[in-house]
Each structure stands twice: as C-alpha cells, then as structure tokens.
Nanobody, 122 residues
C-alpha cells in the first residue's frame, strides 16, 4: 500500500518561505513514479503546481515558476517543495501525488497524501 505523508505547512508572512516535505512508502516510490505537488485553495479546484520525473526532470506551473522548487531524495524516499516569495494567493492545502501509467493490464496508478495547510498572511 502506497502512503504519502506531507509535512512542513504553516503560517508565513507574505514574502516569506516554507519547505514542504513528502515522505513516501514503500521504498522506491519516488524513483518509479512521477511525483507531483498540487494545491487547493478554499472554494477552488485543485491545481497542479510542480512535478519531478523519475529521472529528476522538473516542470512547474506558470503561477509558481521561479518561486517554487521541487526536489527529491530517492535514497530517503522523500520529495520536497521549497516555496519562496510567498503571496497571499499561495494560501492553500498542498498535496503530494505519485502518478505513473504502467500501461497494459496495470494501467494508471495514482496516490495522494492527506495534505498540509499553507497560509500566507500578515
């Protein structure tokens, strides 16, 4: 059973920084799945934020590009999201996601964490 557990959320002032962590289990999830961060603000749909592929290639939504950085440590089964220059509109619950299309009979497998709240406010 795949489990993703986020941590690191909290209250931060505009312009501040936070680092979110996602602990994945069982071992090798971060090296065999594309790992994503999503977020969902109150009253809004969940939106994709950033992704890191199995080989380490990163992609970002235009809204966060240049401010957020996704990274991972496969040996620790950890994924991170560094949030810099935070704005009030970044306030949301942030979710870790593992996704892979295995093809064939297995098809697509996708897993979600429970989320961690990030609040940007003065």
């Amino acid at each position: 059973q795949v489990q993703l557990v986020e941590s690191g959320g909290g209250l931060v002032q505009p312009g501040g920084s936070l680092k979110l962590s996602c602990a994945a289990s069982p071992p090798s999830i971060t090296s065999t799945y594309t790992m994503n961060w999503y977020r969902q603000a109150a009253g809004k749909q969940r939106e994709w934020v950033a992704a890191i592929g199995r080989g380490g290639v990163t992609t970002y939504s235009d809204v966060v590009k240049g401010r957020f950085t996704i990274s991972k440590e496969d040996v620790k089964d950890m994924v991170y999201l560094q949030l810099n220059t935070l704005k009030s509109e970044d306030t949301a619950v942030y979710y870790c996601n593992a996704h892979r299309d295995w093809g064939g009979f297995t098809g697509t497998r996708e897993y979600w964490g429970q989320g961690t709240q990030v609040t940007v406010s003065s």
